[in-house]
């Protein structure tokens, strides 16, 4: 059975979203006035292999996002088993 794993990667809320603001912006121009915020993330899809133990894959993927998939100092990360 093959495993998947979301990792949500966003950035923390005092930090600036130049993206988000200028989707934001689009938004508004489009007639869209109801809309007061954007943020901006990424959506990564892990495939597990499903050798490993149930018990190690939130520590094995909270390992990955500290090292590699998220930028801890600015973005937050939640992950989805």
Not at 51 to 77: G, H, Q, S, W, Y
């Amino acid at each position: 059975m093959v495993k998947k794993a979301r990792v949500y990667v966003t950035l923390k809320r005092g930090v600036l979203d130049p993206q988000g603001s200028a989707v934001n912006r689009a938004l508004h121009a489009m007639g869209y006035g109801e809309v007061s915020d954007v943020r901006l993330g990424k959506l990564i899809e892990v495939t597990l292999d499903p050798k490993v133990p149930e018990a190690e894959e939130r520590t094995r993927l909270e390992e990955m996002c500290r090292k590699l998939l998220a930028n801890t100092v600015i973005e937050d990360f939640r992950i989805e088993l």
